[in-house]
């Protein structure tokens, strides 16, 4: 697929024949009920009252570093262990675990490819039982390169060495749905793209091929050259 960083991303193929490693910890990103439901073997829950590691429910930013590191270490993730993240919501939500230990300073960590969609079309083992990992060490160490500003962005507008990309559906993006805020619509000059539009329609839910996912981008001006902003 000629994916620029294939690394970032893990193969259920791979994942079958590595369940048993002890450096990986398998993190299911999704709902807890949805893990007591049934998940990958081996597989730890979050355990966090929010799913995207905010601090409390509802609120908008990352928790801190300190209340990060507690949480990963809990769920048995030290500085080096290797993790694969998977969810079923086409990886919004394994790509937000991974997001947030790149902003910690954690690199070892692959979004399943296709997530638990694939797992299951392609007979993949489950269970029910739940995974009770023993408490690791974790160490949070800020990446400010990992995450942008408002004001940072607000001097990217404009600028031709700059392109801010909206990932969010159409209706939040046209603002006729306001989630609950205040002010509904994008940031001036913005160009959207929703997050789905990258992932397969089919019953896999796998990343698009590289090429493909390439010429979308470029159709938005978002180019190699560009410093880019995602919302």
Request: hydrophobic share 35%; glycine share 6%.
């Given at each position: 697929?000629?994916?620029?960083?294939?690394?970032?991303?893990?193969?259920?193929?791979?994942?079958?024949?590595?369940?048993?490693?002890?450096?990986?910890?398998?993190?299911?990103?999704?709902?807890?009920?949805?893990?007591?439901?049934?998940?990958?073997?081996g597989a730890v829950a979050h355990l966090t009252e929010n799913v995207y590691l905010k601090t409390k429910h509802g609120e908008t930013f990352l928790m801190d570093g300190d209340q990060f590191?507690?949480?990963?270490?809990?769920?048995?993730i030290g500085n080096e262990t290797e993790v694969v993240v998977y969810d079923s919501q086409r990886s919004l939500l394994a790509a937000r675990f991974w997001w947030a230990l790149h902003r910690?300073?954690?690199?070892?960590?692959?979004?399943?490819?296709?997530?638990?969609?694939?797992?299951?079309?392609?007979?993949?083992?489950?269970?029910?039982?739940?995974?009770?990992?023993?408490?690791?060490?974790?160490?949070?160490?800020?990446?400010?390169?990992?995450?942008?500003?408002?004001?940072?962005?607000?001097?990217?507008?404009?600028?031709?060495?700059?392109?801010?990309?909206?990932?969010?559906?159409?209706?939040?993006?046209?603002?006729?749905?306001?989630?609950?805020?205040?002010?509904?619509?994008?940031?001036?000059?913005?160009?959207?793209?929703?997050?789905?539009?990258?992932?397969?329609?089919?019953?896999?839910?796998?990343?698009?091929?590289?090429?493909?996912?390439?010429?979308?981008?470029?159709?938005?001006?978002?180019?190699?050259?560009?410093?880019?902003?995602?919302?």
């Open positions: 697929m000629a994916y620029a960083r294939p690394e970032l991303l893990a193969e259920t193929s791979w994942l079958v024949e590595h369940l048993n490693d002890p450096g990986l910890r398998i993190v299911d990103a999704d709902n807890p009920l949805s893990y007591a439901r049934a998940h990958i073997p590191a507690a949480t990963m270490s809990a769920m048995g910690y300073g954690h690199r070892r960590c692959r979004v399943l490819n296709g997530g638990w969609h694939k797992w299951l079309v392609e007979g993949r083992p489950i269970t029910m039982s739940p995974t009770k990992p023993p408490t690791a060490s974790f160490a949070s160490r800020q990446d400010d390169s990992q995450h942008a500003t408002c004001d940072l962005v607000l001097a990217a507008v404009g600028h031709d060495d700059s392109v801010v990309l909206d990932v969010r559906n159409e209706t939040e993006w046209n603002g006729t749905n306001t989630r609950g805020n205040q002010r509904a619509g994008h940031v001036p000059g913005a160009v959207h793209l929703e997050w789905t539009e990258l992932m397969t329609a089919d019953d896999r839910k796998v990343f698009k091929p590289a090429e493909e996912m390439r010429a979308m981008f470029e159709s938005r001006g978002v180019t190699p050259d560009k410093n880019v902003f995602v919302y």
